[in-house]
């Protein structure tokens, strides 16, 4: 496999590009792809593929893109490029299961197949904003829950007082996140569970400031590294990479696709959804990655919106954990907020999508969280509820798909809710909802079951 020392060696001497060429030819490429390999969305669909040679093909095309393309590079304005054999020597060598944590809660975050038959892993939140008072509160009621095998860290935009603005700010807060996370997790008598550095900000000195075996991030621990939207990398969390993967961390990226960008539709989607992973293995070491497909107006909180994009979702999931080795993750992220009925059926949906998809369940979070308002321990249990029922009742794609169906239609007509902060629907004292939302959870669970979900 490529070395991240190519990588930096190749955003000097790659092709001059400005950034404008790139996000223009990337919508033609995507879109010549999706004819090529003759990427299509069906006149009428089920909730998940089924079509086999869809998935090889578009993996495929993710393939042909980085191949015939390569990534971009913003610090320098130049495109890495890659040979077809250097991307599949990468999907080769690449692990499908990575080690993480101390002692007790040591783990192995793994890759799961389709329609696979044992449980998911779990990363239950964060990568969301809570003021520092609640902070290790907040970190200690999601290091409760047993399944737990990592959790990533959260954002604040002040500390001790002061505004987080500047660099000097920004590595002092990082190093204030660890503190947080190592606070909260003892608090939860898990002192060995992983951590994962949310970045205050993306720039190198704030990133490697959270370095540190005693106080910080140790060798046990990882950072999200994320490529760039539009398949694009940059050099400060270029030198992280290499630096943290030295000092022997574990990197995830976020790395799905969004309809309605620079890749174009559904289909051109699908192949950046391919495409995405595989480049940030290569450009980051990324072996983690919470991957599908999205679209701009639910993101945006403009819809609920679930078809065809799960459907294209599971294009992306079929392609991934059949022909590489990419470990992947289902991030849940719900339009409505957290307290919320509509709240728990999405997450009911894309639960089941996940258990189905092999995708493993990842940080549940409002898809535009406000601060104290983007998650509760509630949503995170709910999720590993729904997965370990969906496949506790033996459920194919047919039977999984019926349920969600029936799921999508309680949400027609239904406008994304704000939802409400975590002290306003939650317990973080006595790690609970409150009653009001126990009953609407406990009311749609028994729902759940009526449908053929398994609870146990």
Known sequence: MLSLLDIAERTQTGPKMSEMDWDMGLFRKMTELATRYEIEVPREIDWFNTDAGLAERAFQAGVDFLAEVGVYCVSTGRVVEFTREEVLAAIREAPDRVEMGKGSDRRVFKQHEVEGKEPLNVCPGHHAPFSVDLGPLVVENFARIPRADFLEGFNFTVVDGREIYGLPMEAYAARRQMDYLRAGIRKANRPGLAIVLYPINTRVGALLAALDPEYGLRRSDGMLLSVLPDLKMEHDLLTAAIVGHDYGLFTLSGSFSLVGGFCGGIEGAIVEGVAKPLAAMLVYRDYINYVGV???????????????????????????NTYTNTISMAWIIPTAGPGTETNLIETAIRSIEAQINGGNLYAIRHSRAQMNAG??????????????????????????????????????????????????CYDLVHHRPLPGYEAVYLRLKEELAGLGLNFG
């Open 294 to 320: 999205e679209h701009s107006r639910g993101v945006s909180l403009q819809e609920l919106n679930f078809q065809p994009v799960s459907w294209a979702r599971s294009v992306v999931f079929q392609a991934l």
């Open 375 to 424: 998650q509760t321990p509630l949503e995170a249990e709910w999720m590993i509820e729904v997965a370990d029922a969906t496949l506790r009742a033996g459920l194919d794609r047919a039977g999984a798909g019926r349920i969600c169906r029936a799921l999508n239609d309680k949400l027609r007509g239904r406008k994304p809710e704000p939802g409400y902060t975590i002290q306003e």
